[in-house]
Each structure stands twice: as structure tokens, then as C-alpha cells.
């Protein structure tokens, strides 16, 4: 099965978190090799775990895949990118400028728009010149909303630095952007290049995922992105008569199929089959696209069925509603349930009789789907970027413009015209989502790990400036929000996993991300979990023994406080769906 019978240059996978990209576009790229192409495989998604999948460390260079002649793998780490990016902009100051300028540069250059710039500069040289020794560039993308964020950017920027010679100040006076306009307009054509340019959305068969692609295809459409194909990864079949598990979920694959929206349906498709393995290491990976050898690689079904020592999520309602105020934050990998999580406890909140604020940092919010509805004592909002932009520009402009003439109005409103001045709203409107849990009940929904982690390098930045600029100086009235993210009793961080190998690497190198910056996690919550339902497909009964591994893994360390939810016939959206999800 080859996923696409004549590839472009470019191929873009992305999706909803958890359907598959990274194992679909890695499966694509080594099939390319193995017919004797020359392949680069990068991953622009910052909690990547394309280290674990192909056992190769990843680099901000290209890297060759043993085992794999033609592969090379390349992960645009954003640190990486960003210190690489000020060392370049540094070396181009004058030789006369003293350290306090090189000084006041770093520092302009330490924020979460230089963060983001930096990546999409080392994206967009991948789409000029940096591959041409390459025959195909496979991108194994972040979930939706960042990968769309990264491919409006070569628009934003051209459009930024037309006539614009000044550079955007948010990112130093000496930061050298207007160079790199060329290699933006370079990637702009490439991606707008139909015979170039292949963007394949993969899917899950289910309704959430399937309508999340649709609204992607409209949007990459209007970015000129128009060369899209369907892959929807994990069709299962059942083939244990009787089996209410298997039934119900083969009957909801077919539901979403049915229900597929008419602007997917005319797009070339394929289905790919759940596998009974994880898609770990060569071999599976060769698998994944080869019926046949899938068939050798299904695992003898061997599952000692038992009870799996974890709590119910009812009991983590009552240990978060305890305190009667604080910030409650869902991190985990794209795809785990997040949002579904998140709202969950919220719902759990508001029964217990409190006042409750729910709100998204992603993107590609799913919050008001989910729930389907109000619920008195529940405010529910969105964290939008548009909107907290021209918020932020407004709110500028009325205080530093206040005093300014006609023509430094226009040079101020110019500057913030940037596409960095987006990063910067958006962490303004989460840091006051952080301060409003200081008397209520604040409810926030992650965007997935990548995105987010972006988001607490901003939280951290913020939190250095602050402390240089009182230093020697009283700080009591100073708190930052790193300092409530850090303060347990004021914010509890929930991990969500499946129990799956990907999703449980990614929540631990989360978690370790968030102790280094003295964050700690209240608990883990594993969700959809089918090692209780007594399931005799075979299929599934193979995939629980590496259920099993994942939840041993977890109790093995990973955790202080674990907590389940079962997986069930019926998605948990709605507010009663959601009462029934707590409910068990």
C-alpha cells in the first residue's frame, strides 16, 4: 500500500493530535528510501518523539537513519533555533558597539517571538535551499493549531517586511530580518506550488478528528495550500462475533465515515487499519503500510486480566475541590483527551457547588464541541489569538500613542503589525487567566505539549525580566506567573495519558520539562483505558498487552498520584456525557 502514488517535493502530514502523524509520515519517508530515494524526515513539532519511534537521537541537523539508506531525520528543536538565531544577529553588530548594546540586544532576543521566528527561520531555509541535496522532504508537523500558526507565517512575514525596512522591534534592532525576506518569499511560492507542495491530513474515524481535518483543509486552502489528500489511520474492523466492545467501535468508525463532511469526501482517500502493535522501531514502521507483514508482526495474545491499582476520576474532583479556589492545568501530548479531561473536572467542580472558569490556550479549541451546551455555574471561554492580538495592539497604542505625534503613531502601529505581536498577546491574556485564580476556580485547557511548552518559555522569560528589574530592590509585591505556576497550593498540574508507548514518553519528558522549571504535577490521569472490558477481539486483546507495559511503567516511578478512566461506547460530550464519564 503506498500512501501516495506520486509525491511532491514537499509533503506535509498534520492533524489532530493522536491520530497517527508521526508514524504515518515516518512510514511514508522510509517506504521513499526503500525505493531508493534520497529522504529528509522533519519534525516541527517540539515535543517530538521521533527519537523513541526510529532509535535516533534528534538533532537540529539532518541525521541518517540506520537501517534506512536514503533517510535522513531532522528535528527543528526550538531552543536550538533560537540561540543560533541570536548568535547570528549578534555577530552581525558592528564591531564598535559596546557590551551594554550586545547586552540590550540578548535581551530583546530572549522572548517567545524570537523562539518562534528562529524555528520558522530554519522551516523556511528547508523550503528555499537548505535540502536541495534531498528528493523529498517529508514534515511530520504539531497538532492543527500550531502547524497552522507555522504555515501562515510565510505570508505573515512577507507581508510584514514589504516595504518595511526597519525590522520588527520585538525582535532588536539588529536582528537582521529584512535578509531573510527572499528566503521567505522562497517559502511562501513553495508551499502556494501545487507540483511542489502536498499537504496529507490524517484523520482518526472518528467525528472530532474527521471535522477538525475539514476546518484545516478550509484554512490551508485560503493559505494557498490546495494540494490535500485524506489518510484516516486506524479503521478498525471487528472480528469477534459478540464482542459489545469490538461492535461498538467498529459501529462508531462507521458513524463517522456516514457522517464525514462533504468537503473531506471529495479529496483522494485512504484508510489504513488499526494495528495490533505499536508502531515502534523499523520493522513496525515497515509493517504499518504492508498488510502482509503486519500479519507476522501480531503478537500472540497472552493478557493475564486483573484489576489495575489506580483511582477513579471522582476521587481526584474531591481532592482538587478541596481548597476551594486555585488554578487546575491539563497538560499531555495532542490527541490524549485533554480538552475532554478538562472540562470533566470542571463539570465535577461545578457539582460540588463552586463557581467555575474554563478556558483554552489552543489553538485549535475544542472546548465549546465538547460540551455542548451550558451549565449554570460554569464560564466558559477561549484564549483566542486574533482577538487578544488587536486587544493587546489597542491597548498599546492608547498608552504609549497617547503622547505621540501622527507620523510616530503610524511607525508604532507599524511595528506591532508584526507577527511576533501575537506570541506576546497571548501569553498577556494566559497570565491573566493564571492571576484570576486567585479567588475562583480556573480550569485550563492546554494547548498540546509543543505549543505549551513554547508558552512556559514565554512564562519563563517574563519571569527573568521581572526579577533583573528588581534586583537590589523590594520585590514582595512582585509575582510573577512562573511563581504561581510553581506554588502548589495556588496551581495543580494534570497530566493526561493513554496507555500507549508515544503518549506515556511524551507526559514523562513533559513532566520532566516542568521540574526543571520547578513545576511539579499533582497527578496523572490515564484515559480511555480498555484493560477492564473483558474484549476477546483479537486485535484488541493484543493491544492491551502493550497496555499493560504502559501502566506498569507508570506505577513504576512515573507517577506519585494515578488516576483512570475507563475507555466507552460513547464519546463523553455534553455535559451529561461528561457527568456520565465521572460517574464511571
Known amino acids: 500500500m503506498k500512501l501516495l502514488s506520486n509525491p511532491t ?7 489532530k493530535g493522536g491520530v497517527g502523524k508521526t ?8 517506504q521513499l528510501a526503500d525505493a531508493g530515494l534520497r529522504v529528509l524526515l522533519v519534525s516541527t513539532d517540539a515535543a517530538s518523539n521521533l527519537d523513541e519511534m526510529l532509535g535516533v537521537p534528534l538533532r537540529n541537523a539532518p541525521t541518517p537513519v540506520p537501517g534506512v539508506p536514503g533517510l535522513s531525520v531532522l528535528n527543528i528543536d526550538p531552543d536550538v533555533a533560537a540561540e543560533r538565531y541570536r548568535q547570528r544577529v549578534l555577530s552581525q553588530m558592528e564591531g564598535s558597539s559596546t557590551e551594554q548594546e550586545r547586552e540590550t540586544v540578548r535581551e530583546q532576543l530572549s522572548g517567545a517571538c524570537t523562539t518562534e521566528i528562529a524555528s520558522f ?30 504555515l501562515s507565517l510565510p505570508k505573515a512575514w512577507s507581508g510584514f517586511l514589504k516595504g518595511n525596512d526597519r525590522g520588527a522591534s520585538c525582535l532588536g534592532p539588529h536582528s537582521g530580518l529584512k535578509m531573510q525576506e527572499a528566503r521567505f518569499n522562497a517559502a511562501l511560492a513553495a508551499l502556494s506550488d501545487d507540483k511542489k507542495t502536498t499537504v496529507v491530513l490524517v484523520a482518526r474515524a472518528d467525528k472530532g478528528a474527521l471535522n477538525e481535518a475539514a476546518r484545516t483543509s478550509g484554512e490551508l486552502r485560503e493559505l494557498g495550500l490546495r494540494q490535500q489528500y485524506l489518510v484516516v489511520n486506524g479503521v478498525f474492523r471487528a472480528t469477534a ?4 466492545v469490538a461492535e461498538a467501535l467498529e459501529a462508531l468508525n462507521q458513524e463517522a465515515f456516514q457522517s464525514m463532511p462533504e ?19 523499523l520493522k513496525a514502521l515497515r509493517a504499518l503500510l504492508d498488510d502482509e507483514a503486519a500479519r507476522t508482526l501480531t503478537p500472540a495474545v497472552d493478557v493475564h486480566e486483573g484489576d ?21 492545568m491539563v497538560m499531555g501530548k495532542g490527541g490524549v483527551g485533554k480538552t475532554t479531561i478538562a472540562a470533566a473536572l470542571a463539570v465535577g467542580l461545578v457539582r460540588r457547588g463552586h463557581a467555575v472558569h474554563l478556558s483554552t490556550t489552543d489553538p485549535a479549541a475544542h472546548l465549546a464541541s465538547t460540551l455542548e451546551g451550558l451549565l449554570p455555574g460554569l464560564d466558559v471561554s477561549r484564549i483566542d489569538p486574533k482577538v487578544e492580538t488587536q486587544r493587546y495592539i489597542d491597548k498599546i497604542m492608547a498608552s504609549r500613542g497617547a503622547e505621540l505625534d501622527e507620523q510616530e503613531k503610524a511607525l508604532l502601529l507599524e511595528d506591532l503589525q508584526s507577527p511576533c505581536t501575537e506570541e506576546v498577546a497571548v501569553f498577556h491574556a494566559f497570565s491573566r487567566t493564571v492571576s484570576s485564580a486567585r479567588s475562583a476556580f480556573v480550569v485550563l485547557d492546554t494547548a498540546p505539549t509543543g505549543h505549551s511548552l513554547l508558552l512556559m518559555d514565554a512564562t519563563g522569560a517574563y519571569h527573568r525580566q521581572m526579577t533583573r528589574e528588581f ?8 509575582v510573577t506567573p512562573l511563581m504561581r505556576l510553581q506554588d502548589p497550593n495556588y496551581t495543580r498540574i494534570i497530566l493526561v495519558t493513554l496507555p500507549e508507548t ?5 507526559a514523562a519528558a513533559l513532566q520532566d520539562d516542568l521540574r526543571r522549571a520547578r513545576i511539579e504535577p499533582y497527578a496523572w490521569v490515564v484515559n480511555k483505558s480498555i484493560l477492564a472490558t473483558h474484549t476477546r477481539d483479537p486485535v484488541l486483546r493484543a493491544r492491551l498487552q502493550g497496555e499493560r507495559r504502559q501502566l506498569a511503567r507508570i506505577a513504576d516511578g512515573l507517577a506519585t498520584r494515578t488516576f483512570a478512566i475507563p475507555w466507552t461506547a460513547n464519546p463523553p460530550v455534553g455535559v451529561a456525557g461528561l457527568e456520565h464519564l465521572l460517574d464511571g
Do not use: M
Not at 523550503?127 to 502547524?147: E, I, K, N, Q, R
Not at 534586583?471 to 512582585?478: D, L
Not at 508515544?502 to 511524551?506: A, F, I, L, N
Open 121 to 150: 527561520d530554519e522551516f523556511s531555509s528547508l523550503l528555499s535551499d537548505g535540502a536541495a541535496s534531498y528528493d523529498h522532504v517529508v514534515f511530520d508537523t504539531a497538532p492543527t493549531g500550531h502547524t497552522l500558526r507555522l
Open 502 to 506: 508515544t503518549p506515556v514518553s511524551q
Open 471 to 478: 534586583e537590589g530592590k523590594s520585590t514582595a509585591h512582585v
Open 23 to 30: 508514524s504515518l509520515s515516518t512510514a511514508t519517508a522510509i
Open 263 to 281: 468537503s473531506l469526501k471529495v479529496l483522494p482517500q485512504i484508510t489504513v487499519p488499526l494495528r495490533a502493535f505499536d508502531t515502534v522501531g
Open 241 to 244: 462475533p459478540g464482542d459489545a
Open 308 to 328: 489495575w491499582a489506580a483511582d477513579d476520576v471522582q476521587k481526584l474532583v474531591d481532592e482538587l475541590a478541596a481548597p476551594g479556589k486555585g488554578l487546575i
Open 9 to 15: 517535493r514537499y509533503v506535509f502530514f498534520t492533524g
